[in-house]
């Protein structure tokens, strides 16, 4: 059983920065890739960035320029880099496989951007 836990959320002023933290049991980074998805309210949950096995990585239009996503494989851990927030960037933000398993959803971390 794969347990992803997220960390790192929290509040921030716009144009503030936040980094995200995804650990998960076992080694499932080299195999597998990863991506970083938020839900805001009212609002379908979506991807806002991935990274491929390889190292390549691909962001929504959304995040393009601001975010960066890495990962550890040694730590089984994946980053998100959140650079000039925007008050449109709150949401609950969940890792997961991408695509994603729909059992592997955890808890996720909490992002709000306000003054």
């Known amino acids: 059983q794969v347990h992803l836990v997220e960390s790192g959320g929290g509040l921030v002023q716009p144009g503030g920065s936040l980094r995200l933290s995804c650990a998960a049991s076992?080694?499932?980074?080299?195999?597998?890739?990863m991506g970083w998805y938020r839900q805001a309210p009212g609002k379908q949950r979506e991807l806002v960035a991935a990274?491929?096995?390889?190292?390549?990585?691909n962001y929504a239009d959304s995040a393009k320029g601001r975010f960066t996503i890495s990962r550890d494989n040694a730590k089984n851990t994946v980053y998100l880099q959140m650079n000039s927030l925007k008050p449109e960037d709150t949401a609950v933000y969940y890792c997961?496989?991408?695509?994603?398993?729909?059992?592997?959803w955890g808890q996720g971390t909490q992002v709000t951007v306000s003054s």
């Open positions: 076992g080694s499932i980074f080299r195999i597998n890739n």
């Open positions: 997961n496989f991408h695509p994603p398993i729909r059992g592997y």
């Open positions: 990274i491929i096995m390889g190292g390549s990585t």
